[in-house]
């Protein structure tokens, strides 16, 4: 699960991140919803061991990112809005990289990198210096690699840009499935029918803080609106 305390990240006279709170337990698909400079990616950056807080904690699985970062990383999956990867490997090649940094052995690794890989249709291109590929392919090797040790904790920072709408779906139902075995799932995304259609829970942040955090219908009992998009604009408009 993920567990994030009284959560501030300051960047000069910029609260980038203001007195956060959170748990997400195992088995729910979380979606963080907000505007540009919500304080989503820098609180996702921090859960990932990223950045240092500057003050408050986030605990994956129990182990705390800053005390026991290799721990607590050996359990997550982290897919950043722009994914590094080595250009130069193939996508099998980085498969097989990734899978022996999580200490995965052989058998299981081609396992899984296989079925990984054919869910997202990368037969194709295993073989191709990942530098000749287009963005949505490499964004579909990203996830592949963040997913091939089967990670207690999954964490994605706008994961459906780039993709087209088969391998969203693809990916959708994947963390759906992961959500449904009892991994902790949470997704930052703009795209509000994501959250309506997936989220068991959604939180919205504005201006660094968390604004509003349940299920759509606690939100639209809560906010007196009948769609989420109404929802969050009245709680993200500066001038309301």
Same mark, same amino acid.
């Given at each position: 699960?993920?567990?994030?305390?009284?959560?501030?990240?300051?960047?000069?006279?910029?609260?980038?991140?203001?007195?956060?709170?959170?748990?997400?337990?195992?088995?729910?698909?979380?979606?963080?919803?907000?505007?540009?400079?919500?304080?989503?990616?820098?609180?996702?950056?921090?859960?990932?061991?990223?950045?240092?807080?500057?003050?408050?904690?986030?605990?994956?699985?129990?182990?705390?990112?800053?005390?026991?970062?290799?721990?607590?990383?050996?359990?997550?999956?982290?897919?950043?809005?722009?994914?590094?990867?080595?250009?130069?490997?193939?996508?099998?090649?980085?498969?097989?990289?990734?899978?022996?940094?999580?200490?995965?052995?052989?058998?299981?690794?081609?396992?899984?990198?296989?079925?990984?890989?054919?869910?997202?249709?990368?037969?194709?291109?295993?073989?191709?210096?990942?530098?000749?590929? !287009? %963005?949505?392919?490499? +964004?579909?090797?990203?996830?592949? &690699?963040? =997913?091939?040790?089967?990670?207690?904790?999954?964490?994605? #920072?706008?994961?459906?840009?780039?993709?087209?709408?088969?391998?969203?779906?693809?990916?959708?139902?994947?963390?759906?499935?992961?959500?449904?075995?009892?991994?902790?799932?949470?997704?930052?995304?703009?795209?509000?029918?994501?959250?309506?259609?997936?989220?068991?829970?959604?939180?919205?942040?504005?201006?660094?803080?968390?604004?509003?955090?349940? !299920? %759509?219908?606690?939100? +639209?009992?809560?906010?007196?609106? &009948?769609? =989420?998009?109404?929802?969050?604009?009245?709680?993200?408009? #500066?001038?309301?």
């Amino acid at each position: 699960m993920i567990e994030i305390e009284q959560l501030k990240k300051q960047f000069g006279d910029l609260r980038a991140v203001d007195d956060v709170s959170l748990a997400v337990p195992g088995g729910e698909f979380f979606v963080i919803l907000g505007p540009n400079a919500a304080g989503k990616t820098t609180t996702i950056k921090v859960m990932a061991g990223l950045m240092k807080p500057t003050s408050g904690s986030v605990r994956i699985c129990g182990f705390d990112i800053g005390t026991s970062p290799i721990e607590a990383r050996r359990r997550m999956a982290y897919v950043p809005d722009f994914p590094f990867l080595y250009d130069k490997l193939t996508p099998a090649e980085f498969f097989r990289f990734t899978g022996k940094l999580f200490g995965m052995k052989d058998p299981a690794m081609e396992a899984k990198a296989e079925h990984l890989a054919n869910r997202f249709n990368l037969g194709d291109f295993l073989a191709k210096p990942i530098e000749s590929l !287009s %963005h949505g392919t490499k +964004q579909r090797v990203a996830i592949v &690699s963040a =997913l091939m040790h089967s990670p207690e904790v999954v964490v994605f #920072d706008e994961p459906m840009v780039g993709l087209d709408p088969h391998h969203s779906r693809v990916l959708k139902d994947i963390l759906r499935e992961q959500a449904d075995a009892g991994v902790t799932v949470f997704v930052s995304t703009h795209q509000l029918s994501v959250a309506e259609e997936m989220a068991d829970r959604i939180g919205i942040m504005h201006q660094g803080r968390l604004v509003a955090v349940g !299920s %759509h219908e606690e939100l +639209q009992a809560a906010n007196r609106d &009948s769609t =989420l998009e109404s929802i969050f604009l009245s709680l993200t408009d #500066d001038d309301a």
